[in-house]
């Protein structure tokens, strides 16, 4: 970063101490001097900071609600690093390095990067991919620390924690935050191993977030987490909203509970707890001992589609939802495109739900990683569809899947249970030409055909 953006960083930073006294008159303000500092280029994020002032100039909205919600019951600190990690260094600042990688590199280069820090779970929740990889596969607390370096050489500051259980590794995520505190970390998780000493521990490094596993009311967390686990995730969310600690939910629907997890009682309830987002998943398919009843039918899966939607006009919670918002992000986002997995035992995998790969980040480096056969594969396809609520080349499009693993030689990266692409894929085919004839009438009519 240049000398003169040095000092536009350091202005924003003193702003927002400014601002953070009375958000409601000066939050405006901040945003003129993050549009300043952003410019006026097409990879300056114009259409989301026109939205942001949007919301900012209509007091009586949910997400403008939401805003006040965040600056009223978030600890002041832990909020300006949030804004300094996630919103300038992830972002204004990450962005057009990450630009100039992409053209120097010819390939994909990340905004964020997935990984698991450890294979271990303490919860066995049925229909988890996680759980095929067994519990004895970690990576180094210095291998974590060199992925995040090479990383932010390539202005990536985002990343983001899946498992396994992440909180396993408690001690070493908290030092991580430490060795980098200018990076932003989230972290899905069940939410049964933070007690006060780890919210603490949160609340002096302040850039870890986590986004917590529930999938629905107790009856239907417990039934696919196991007795007691809803308990102890309420817990966890009491521990944290009381220490003014942000976090969100991680939230997978299925055929099974698909009407009680997007429903007002629940959502109600968990923004009550304190919730600030909610990330919806849907099903996937992946491992040899996946559900695939589970896969929502293509009258749910629309539904969610237009429900996600209210959620975001109506309540003061940040919705977003994996597979049904890929018409806000061109399609697909994996294989490096905006995201990459690396695994417990190292392999890089383009995608969390997609365990097939050609190397692995003990014997390569990151960008030879995104260089190598699958992942170019992802770059030279995307977007599989060019209908983008079938964004998936599994999912919605698994003749793509098998194609690129034929064609790129990339192996199962599942240790304990390998799985073909076409044991996987085959899992898909009937649930991709269901989805079809609904996928392409949503997509005729948002275009405003």
């Known amino acids: 970063m240049g000398f003169t953006n040095s000092i536009k960083m350091s202005a924003m930073k003193t702003a927002f101490g400014y601002i953070e006294k009375n958000p409601e008159e000066n939050l405006l303000k901040l945003l003129g001097w993050v549009d300043k500092l952003a410019g006026d280029g097409p990879d300056s994020f114009p259409a989301q900071r026109a939205a942001f002032r949007n919301v900012l100039e209509n007091p009586d909205s949910n997400m403008y609600r939401l805003i006040m919600k965040v600056f009223n019951d978030v600890d002041n600190d832990v909020l300006k690093a949030t804004f300094e990690n996630f919103f300038l260094n992830a972002n204004i600042v990450g962005w057009p390095i990450q ?44 291998e974590i620390d060199d992925i995040i370096c090479q990383g932010k050489a390539l ?29 932003q970390f989230l972290s899905f998780t069940n939410a049964t191993l933070i007690d006060e000493a780890f919210a603490e521990d949160m609340l002096r490094v302040k850039n870890f977030i986590p986004a917590i596993s529930v999938e629905g009311f107790e009856e239907h967390t417990d039934a696919r987490r196991g007795v007691g686990t809803y308990q102890k995730v309420r817990r966890a969310m009491e521990i944290l909203k009381a220490k003014k600690l942000p976090f969100g939910m ?48 293509p009258q749910q ?64 480096t990151l960008i030879e990683a995104l260089q190598s056969p699958i ?38 990266t599942d240790l304990q249970s390998p799985e073909s692409a076409e044991h996987l894929c085959a899992k898909c085919d009937a649930y991709a030409q269901c989805w079809k004839p609904t996928a392409d009438k949503l997509w005729e009519t948002s275009r405003g055909a």
Request: contains cysteine.
């Open 375 to 412: 992942f170019m594969a992802y770059h030279d396809g995307q977007p599989f569809n060019d209908n983008h609520l079938r964004p998936c080349p599994m999912l919605e499009n698994p003749q793509q899947l098998r194609k690129i693993v034929e064609k790129t030689g990339a192996h199962s």
């Open 250 to 297: 991680s939230c997978c629907y299925t055929s099974q509970n698909i009407a009680s997890i997007a429903s007002d009682a629940f959502l109600d309830e968990m923004i009550d707890w304190g919730a600030l987002f909610v990330w919806y998943f849907h099903y996937m398919p992946v491992g040899n001992d996946a559900v695939p009843e589970l896969l929502p039918s």
């Open 155 to 183: 202005g990536v500051y985002m990343y983001i924690y899946t498992g396994g259980e992440p909180l396993v590794r408690k001690k070493d995520i908290i030092r991580l935050c430490e060795a980098h505190s200018d990076c």
């Open 301 to 364: 899966r629309e539904a969610m589609y237009h429900r996600i939607r209210e959620v975001r006009a109506t309540k003061p919670i940040f919705a977003m939802d994996f597979q049904n918002d890929g018409e806000y992000v061109g399609g697909c986002i994996a294989g490096g495109r905006r995201y990459l997995h690396i695994n417990a035992n190292g392999d890089v995998d383009p995608c969390v739900f997609i365990h097939y790969s050609n190397v692995n980040i003990r014997e390569h």
């Open 99 to 142: 630009e100039k990688a992409r053209q120097q590199f010819n390939c994909n280069i990340p905004w964020a990067i997935l990984l698991d820090p450890t294979s271990a779970c303490n919860l066995h929740c049925t229909g988890c991919w996680a759980a095929e990889y067994g519990n004895k596969l970690n990576l180094t607390y210095e």
